[in-house]
């Protein structure tokens, strides 16, 4: 039995990379009805993409994803992996919009959804300096891959290389704070009441309070270290965590209640 929820929330699949967990994700999207699905940014790895490398795993989630737009709403929002496709942006195909921001009211409340990437300074001044942080990510990721085939036929858990440097390293851990902050900032400034990012592979649902305001902050994480995604159903917001999902860990939920809603693009 499906699950059935009013909005899906993904980031950073970066389909075409080593690093990508498309069959998990194939059968997390087996598993849910989604009412709406918002793609936000990183989707296919446009920057790492390689003909000889796009296995059928990847191409499934491609077409999990097309089906679903073929029945409910689908925003793919534009990422900095992605950010070829922006010049063809905004566009619509039937239910399948590609935006590079978007903004829902929701029982009066707003919620401001976007990548992310803006913040990001390499982004902004040395995109060369970013595209080569990108390729040594990918680099360790395949190192990773390849550790824990090898852990997993030993009978021990897997671990994640980036994940440890990120939370061992202050600059990391400095860096998604300030990231945070900033997104939170600039969502209050505008009058959102919900921000909801993607870009730095960290899932997260907290509320932020700044000197001019406070807002609800929330990323859906990844699909290649946590395996995570935000669903909003019956009320209320949760954080997916694909490998805790037997375990049916539940998230802190924020205010809002969902109802049939046409968004408007920001």
């Known amino acids: 039995m499906k699950r ?13 990379t080593y690093g990508c967990r498309a069959r998990e994700l194939s ?3 087996r598993s849910v009805k989604p009412a709406m699905v918002i793609l936000n940014g990183d989707i296919i790895d446009i920057w790492q ?3 000889s490398y796009f296995p059928k795993s990847h191409m499934q989630v491609l077409k999990r994803l097309l089906k679903l737009a073929s029945k409910v709403p689908v925003y793919y929002i534009t990422g900095n992996h ?6 063809y942006s905004p566009t619509t195909l039937g239910n399948l919009r590609l935006v590079d921001r978007l903004a829902l009211t929701i029982e009066g409340e707003r919620y401001w959804f976007f990548h992310g990437d803006i913040f990001d300074a390499s982004m902004k001044h040395a995109k ?7 390729t040594g990510y990918d680099l360790l990721i395949r190192i990773n891959t390849l550790v824990n085939w090898a852990l997993e036929r030993m009978g021990r858990p897997r671990m994640s290389f980036s994940r440890k440097i990120k939370q061992s390293v202050k600059r990391a851990v400095a ?4 990231f945070e902050e900033a997104a ?9 009441d919900h921000v909801v990012c993607g870009h730095i592979h960290q899932p997260q649902m907290r509320r932020v309070e700044l000197p001019k305001g406070s807002v609800n902050y929330m990323n859906s994480g990844d699909w ?3 395996l995570s995604a935000l669903e909003y159903a019956n009320g209320r917001w949760s954080i997916y965590m694909h490998e805790e999902a037997l375990k049916e860990a539940a998230a802190r939920p924020v205010r809002s209640t969902y109802r049939s809603a046409e968004p408007a693009l920001a």
Request: proline share 0%.
């Open 82 to 87: 992605d950010e070829a496709l922006r010049r």
């Open 49 to 51: 993409f390689k003909k």
């Open 128 to 134: 060369w300096l970013a595209k080569l942080g990108g």
């Open 184 to 192: 939170a900032t600039i969502a209050v400034h505008e009058g959102f």
């Open 27 to 29: 059968r997390y999207l």
């Open 4 to 16: 059935a929820l009013d909005i899906l929330v993904l980031s950073d699949l970066h389909l075409g």
């Open 224 to 226: 290649i270290e946590h």
């Open 175 to 178: 860096y998604i704070g300030d």
